[in-house]
């Protein structure tokens, strides 16, 4: 066992507090440090194993608390001298100069927003012992820290390294769950993933779950390598079929690490990169984060990046506009049918005055008791009026209803009839079907309300408040099958 102190770089902490501004980014230090060790021993078959342990349950949780996350690589592997030597140069790394992931070479002292130890066990080859590297958050004031020759808890013989965050802070635990640590990863490490530079998994107790790389929703639309000059930058883009919040365009830097959304710096807040119906990434090595690994250092080949982008820009947004129609219309010539057969549906069970008869059973619970032992009675039908659709109503496939971008007398309008086409005629563009075409069941009760509307207008005419009054009784009729 030998002590040791760090010496740290000018504004190392300023740094560092700036680079980890949450828990999983702290979490990625050590993960970045993992995927840059199995790139320079450049074996064939990197992995790298996240392990979440937990602590007995108490009371009623079914898990109890956080106690140790664990980072192992089959990477190069360290030796006490270059464990020492690290020490020396936290804030001045070797990897500034290697165009490494980790480029402030100060991820080991991240351990102290997550957990009060680390233990760092790492060996240099298969066979050879490992050495531990002990770091305390108690320690950090004083630059403190312990090189263990055979560690008695954290030795083992393989190539690589396994850090051991130890004494998880409760007050963060919650933010390390093993779902959003794979997400997470999945999404920071996704270019690298995609790529096949490493393998990835995370496991809680016994089972193992492998991180795969960020998923790309709808349509891949342009995957191609633009010429920077000196540097090249992969784009690889899809289009959603229509806006979702969370869809982004991501920029990936050196060694595949994530820099930022694309449409966060200045340069690309605008359509198409803005848009969200568009989601991929752009991935440029020679690109480099700034020292809070925020945005990106905006030298000669981000310039160039900017251009080469800008020229595709026409291309891109002619694809999002194209896609997402086409994807929209396909979605809705669906709906359209499950409506067509919703009406038919509807009317055929009005005919036979099934309608009320549908309403309780829809609203009676399995079998003939009430849950308490006791054999419901039959509830007799209420006297009512049968209405028998007009034979105009008696609709059975589509095409009934149809798509339009409303002319300009009838802009306000939700829709209105064709009698030269004979079809009811939704106005795509009214904020009340925009609103309803985003989830499937919405669009079907919305449609089915503009037919039940157009259809009594036929029916009853000018008449407003006979229109008003049936409308309220067919929709009221129909809640079942709308349900």
């Not at 079914?62 to 190069?76: C, E, F, M, V, Y």
């Not at 779902?179 to 530079?197: H, M, T």
């Not at 990434?281 to 690109?287: A, E, F, G, I, M």
């Amino acid at each position: 066992m030998g002590k040791v102190f760090l010496y740290t770089g000018p504004g190392v902490f300023e740094v560092l507090a700036n680079v980890c501004r949450n828990p999983l980014e702290a979490l990625k230090q050590f993960v970045e440090n993992a995927a840059d060790a199995i790139e320079q021993s450049k074996t064939a078959e990197g992995h790298i194993r996240i392990s979440l342990e937990y602590g007995s349950p108490t009371n009623d949780d079914k898990q109890g608390p956080l106690k140790r996350i664990s980072i192992q690589d089959n990477g190069a592997g360290m030796t006490r001298e270059k464990m020492r030597e690290m020490l020396r140069r936290i804030g001045d790394s070797e990897k500034i100069n290697l165009a490494l992931r980790g480029e402030q070479g100060i991820g080991l002292l991240a351990f102290g927003l997550i957990a009060e130890e680390m233990h760092l066990a790492s060996s240099p080859r298969d066979g050879y012992p490992s050495s531990c590297l002990v770091l305390k958050r108690s320690w950090l004031k004083t630059g403190a820290a312990e090189i263990v020759e055979r560690c008695p808890t954290h030795q083992h013989t393989d190539q690589g390294t396994v850090a051991y965050l130890e004494g998880i802070m409760p007050e963060i635990a919650s933010q390390l769950t093993g779902e959003r640590i794979k997400v997470y990863l999945g999404q920071q490490f996704s270019s690298d993933l995609r790529a096949g530079l490493f393998t990835m998994s995370i496991s809680e107790g016994e089972e193992s779950e492998q991180i795969h790389p960020q998923h790309f929703r709808g349509v891949k639309v342009m995957s191609t390598q633009v010429s920077l000059g000196h540097a090249t930058a992969f784009v690889e883009l899809y289009v959603l079929p229509w806006e979702m919040a969370d869809a982004a365009t991501q920029l990936y830097g050196r060694k595949g690490a994530l820099i930022c959304s694309l449409s966060e710096l200045d340069d690309f807040d605008l359509p198409p990169w803005n848009d969200k119906r568009l989601e991929g990434y752009v991935r440029c090595d020679r690109l480099k984060r700034t020292a809070d690994k925020t945005a990106v250092v905006q030298d000669e080949v981000y310039r160039a990046l900017v251009n080469e982008l800008r020229v595709l820009e026409p291309k891109v947004q002619e694809l999002v506009t194209e896609v997402s129609t086409e994807s929209l219309e396909r979605r809705f010539n669906i709906i359209l049918g499950r409506t067509g057969r919703l009406i038919d549906k509807f009317l055929r069970y009005r005919e036979k005055g099934l309608l009320a008869s549908l309403a309780l059973t829809a609203q009676a619970p399995r079998g003939d008791g009430d849950g308490h032992g006791h054999k419901l009675q039959p509830v007799p039908e209420p006297a009512r009026t049968s209405v028998t659709a007009a034979p105009s109503m008696r609709i059975t496939h589509p095409p009934f209803i149809n798509l339009k971008s409303p002319p300009r007398e009838r802009s306000e309008y939700r829709s209105w009839y064709d009698p030269n086409e004979g079809i009811i005629c939704i106005n795509r563009e009214h904020a009340e079907f925009l609103l309803s075409q985003r989830e499937d069941r919405r669009c079907l009760r919305y449609l089915f309300s503009i037919w039940a509307k157009e259809t009594l207008l036929q029916e009853f005419g000018a008449d407003a408040q006979k229109v008003a009054d049936e409308l309220v009784g067919v929709l009221a009729e129909a809640e079942p099958l709308l349900r």
